[in-house]
């Protein structure tokens, strides 16, 4: 336990010395994590409204990590090494910097050989064997493994290997995805791509500028999703959101409550990631079923037939015959249960 924690604690500092690739989606503002402005406030060192001690997905992803190694390279047959040929290690973390910038780093998960390496003297790019590529290995729930089936490796994942690529100067990289719980895994490969790498170098260096003057980023809408559970976000969004609301809300020191509403939080992020799958292979049913009203297929019947149905159009009611509408009205008494990030 201790060892994971020196690790842990090895990699949040040296990734306040640059630019690492898991903050390329942060710089990017890209979704649906980044946030320029939060990776602003950890980059300066600025206190959390909220403190989580416990940083489980990065632990969890280097508790796995060598389980997804060996499961890539069973799968791809690959050959797999832990350093980039002709590049210095120099960390115990694969740190590696840009010969460019040093400010400009990424720490590799692993090497990967598209075939067994050559014996004598290997092709060069940059000092570096052509052959070899970066492995990304990524440890994700079922949602984000459903949604990149769907839809493809997430805009944050691709231009992290971008980076990577551009710091160590190998021309291609692979994914390994991971789904610990089904025990599977996607792989993808991806060949260097200047004008995305060149992007990010330029948004990673005016960031680190921005960082030097005390130039704060613009911050994202309140009602954004990256919000609601930022450590910074009362600062970020400002106090005077909090003061409106005093008086109207019963404060409590209930450890109990305070456990249920960690759940929730939990529970929510999975519903929103399951619901928007769930909605999203509705519509693909309903594209791929056309014109048809119904179709079955070994396992499932499947029923799309259009259903007419009337309605009363209240505001028309209201509109038309104001009285007949009022003397129709019943008081209905309801007690939604409303849950607000502060």
Not at 7 to 21: M, Q
Not at 89 to 95: F, K
Not at 131 to 153: Q, Y
């Amino acid at each position: 336990m201790k060892e994971m924690e020196g690790l842990i604690a090895r990699l949040v500092s040296e990734k306040t010395t640059g630019i690492g690739g898991s903050d390329i989606g942060d710089v990017l503002n890209l979704e649906p994590w980044g946030c320029r402005r939060r990776l602003y406030y950890e980059k300066t060192g600025f206190t959390p409204d909220y403190y989580d001690a416990e940083n489980p997905l990065l632990e969890r992803g280097l508790a796995l990590e060598a389980v997804a190694l060996e499961m890539y390279e069973r799968k791809t047959g690959r050959p797999i090494g832990l350093s980039v040929p002709g590049l210095p290690v120099l960390s115990p973390t694969r740190l590696y910097r840009s010969a460019e910038d040093s400010r400009l780093l990424v720490h590799l998960d692993a090497v990967v050989y598209r075939e067994p390496r050559k014996k004598g003297r290997p092709k060069k790019r940059k000092g570096v064997e052509t052959f070899a590529g970066v492995l990304e290995l990524k440890t994700v729930g079922a949602p984000m493994f459903f949604k990149i089936k769907r839809d493809g490796i997430p805009d944050a994942y691709i231009m992290q290997i971008q980076h990577a690529m551009a710091v160590t100067g190998l021309s291609w990289g692979s994914f390994g995805i991971l789904w610990p719980d089904g025990w599977r895994m996607i792989t993808f490969d991806v060949e260097a791509k200047p004008d995305l790498q060149e992007a990010a170098k330029v948004e990673s260096l005016k960031f680190l500028d921005e960082v030097q003057s005390g130039r704060i980023p613009d911050r994202l809408p309140a009602t954004d999703k990256r919000c609601q559970r930022c450590p910074f976000r009362s600062s970020c969004q400002g106090a005077l959101l909090l003061e409106a609301t005093k008086g109207q809300y019963e404060h409590r020191e209930d450890d109990q409550l305070s456990a249920l509403m960690q759940r929730y939080w939990e529970y929510k992020g999975l519903f929103d990631e399951a619901e928007d799958l769930y909605e999203g292979v509705k519509n693909e049913i309903k594209g791929t079923l056309g014109d048809a009203i119904g179709v079955e297929i070994p396992g499932s019947r499947v029923y799309f037939k259009p259903v007419v149905s009337n309605r009363i159009d209240v505001a028309k009611l209201r509109q038309k015959y104001p009285e007949a509408a009022k003397e129709c009205e019943a008081p209905s008494i309801s007690r939604p249960l409303k849950v607000y990030a502060i």
